[in-house]
């Protein structure tokens, strides 16, 4: 690896730890931590996002500043959301509580499943094709998306709704992002074939 590669590595961490510490210090009120389940559990989600970014390998990254600034968008944006606790959730605390905590295991068993190829910045690390990834190409995503709509469920603002399109605005661009630095490679091209949907099946 050559040295402006290392400091390209080490840049992106830098950003992507600043940023998050950022966000998590801006939302992390006595409300948003202790009023619901489903505010916790949308806090933890951006801690396990953090800790992954620290400890995975190496890769070649895009150079492309785009994708650099969807994939911060998509990951962080969706941090600007607030629990406001006189508003009256969609459906029953418990039924969005179990919808968030199946998002956040979903996107935990991608995490798991990736291991040390996790990454925010779209890059062509190693391929994984197990656990959730023999079923859609980006379970991880996915997993955010149950918790962003449960979390919008249980605090059904304007503001919020605001927020979460914006963020996945930026997570379908991060998508398409990522498959175009994957689809050089031929191993990429044989499972995409297999695994047809992006991100809901039958769906996307």
Known sequence: MTPSTSLIERSEKLLLLGVGCYFL???FTPVFVTHSFVACLYLAE???DMTFTVTRQRGPLSHNWRDWLVAVLGTY???L???T???SPLL???????????GILLSLSAK???RRSFGIIAASRQLKTGGPYRVIRHPMYAGYLLMQVAFLLQYPTAHNAVVLLFTWWMQIMRINAEEKMLAPRSEWVGWSKEVRWKLI???F
């Open 46 to 48: 951006a801690l396990l």
């Open 92 to 102: 029953p605390s418990l039924l969005c509580g179990s919808l968030a905590l199946l």
């Open 25 to 27: 210090f801006a939302n």
């Open 112 to 114: 798991l499943s990736l």
């Open 85 to 87: 606790p006189h508003v």
């Open 201 to 203: 099946p039958f769906i």
């Open 81 to 83: 959301v607030v629990a």
């Open 77 to 79: 944006a969706g941090l």
